[in-house]
């Protein structure tokens, strides 16, 4: 680890701003094109999510844009009190909606550990699934959830029990989680090195650092080295301390079940409340979070996945502020980014995971196999 950080550093001085706005435009894409029903919905929500980062100061002019005159705005969208909203209030709303009155569970009769004839069968699994998780946790604002679709298929791929897949199936469980896992070691690798979120739990915990003075970048490991090897300490030690306290209270969690929608979506609600006015002390906030909880509902009913407008709210001030220093060295000229081949590479698979999920690529590679 003493002989990486030094190395990710370096790495991360040679990024500039050509770079960087590739890379955001890769996390927004990448996302977007992993919607399970719609590329086109999940490109919209992207891009919704895009359009409301831009709200506030320019950073480089300092002109107000889309304030509509209120002064509130002018510090922008905080992306914590929108994911309050997008992921918290519409649940609690569904809660009130759904009869959950015969889905209560009692106690879990099944084991809890898998066997050890469980885990060998499953090795290459975990490995791959582990491995994909951390490839993915570097691309910024991709998070848990994509790297969860991308080893859920591959192990679906990879098996000869396709269609056991979605009725418990241990592989099909076994690749989700172990990718999960891992993808919060790759997410810490942009958020300390660049100071670009790899999630939005890595988002929530950047907020955290520059509220305490640090900034997060390629000098983080030199001026706060401490802080940067107790926070990666800390991952390792979680993870160990976690698989102690699920065994412990993974069979009083079920007693949850027990609670009525009716109580608890009001406490949920009271909790999101709290939590956002604690931000800032502004009741500016409340109100915006209860806006995004609102249209996070609709968004739900209306099919449109949540995930890829948070990555647009997260990378969208690092693409619009990374695009405006790359025109301003290209003199306005967009051939600047073929100047930079990483930028090169990077745009062209933004591209691809676009393309690759349209109808259009499905059928072609359904002719390539036929062939």
């Avoid at 106690?107 to 809890?112: A, H, L, P, R």
């Avoid at 998070?143 to 791929?157: C, I, L, M, Q, V």
């Avoid at 390792?236 to 969690?253: E, H, P, R, T, V």
Wanted: hydrophobic residues 50%.
């Amino acid at each position: 680890m003493l002989t990486i950080s030094p190395l990710l550093g370096e790495v991360a001085l040679k990024i500039g701003s050509r770079e960087m706005f590739a890379v955001a435009v890769l996390g927004v894409t990448i996302i977007s094109s992993l919607s399970v029903n719609s590329v086109m919905k999940g490109l919209l929500s992207g891009f919704m999510g895009l359009l409301i980062s831009m709200i506030g100061m320019h950073e480089l002019t300092g002109i107000p844009r889309f304030t509509f005159g209120s002064i509130y705005l002018f510090d922008g969208i905080s992306f914590v009190v929108a994911l309050i909203g997008l992921f918290s209030i519409p649940q609690a709303l569904k809660l009130i909606e759904a009869d959950t009155s015969g889905d209560k569970s009692n106690t879990i009769k099944d084991k809890v550990l898998p066997t050890l004839k469980e885990i060998t069968q499953n090795f290459l699994n975990i490995i791959r699934s582990s491995f994909i998780g951390v490839i993915t946790g570097l691309i910024p604002g991709t998070g848990g959830d994509t790297a969860s679709w991308f080893s859920y298929n591959e192990a679906k791929r990879f098996s000869k029990e396709k269609e056991k897949f979605g009725t418990g199936h241990p592989p099909g469980i076994v690749a989700p989680e172990s990718a999960n896992n891992a993808v919060v070691g790759g997410a810490l690798v942009p958020t300390i090195t660049l100071g670009v979120p790899g999630s939005s739990a890595t988002a929530v915990l950047l907020g955290a650092l520059m509220i305490h003075g640090i900034t997060p970048g390629p000098t983080l490991m030199s001026e706060h080295g401490d802080v940067a090897y107790t926070l990666l300490w800390a991952v390792f030690l979680s993870c160990i301390m976690l698989f102690f306290l699920g065994l412990l209270y993974i069979k009083a969690a079920v007693n949850i079940t027990k609670v009525p929608g009716e109580v608890l979506s009001p406490i949920i609600v009271l909790l999101c409340v709290v939590g956002t006015f604690a931000v800032q002390n502004s009741m500016i906030d409340v109100m915006i979070m209860l806006f995004f909880g609102i249209l996070g509902y609709f968004m739900d009913k209306l099919d449109i996945p949540v995930a890829p407008m948070v990555v647009g709210l997260i990378l969208g001030g690092i693409l619009d502020s990374s695009l405006q220093r790359s025109l301003k060295i290209g003199d306005g000229s967009w051939m600047v980014f073929l100047s930079s081949p990483a930028a090169v590479i990077l745009l062209a698979l933004a591209i691809f995971s676009v393309f690759q999920a349209t109808p259009l690529f499905r059928k072609f590679l359904t002719l390539f196999k036929k062939q």
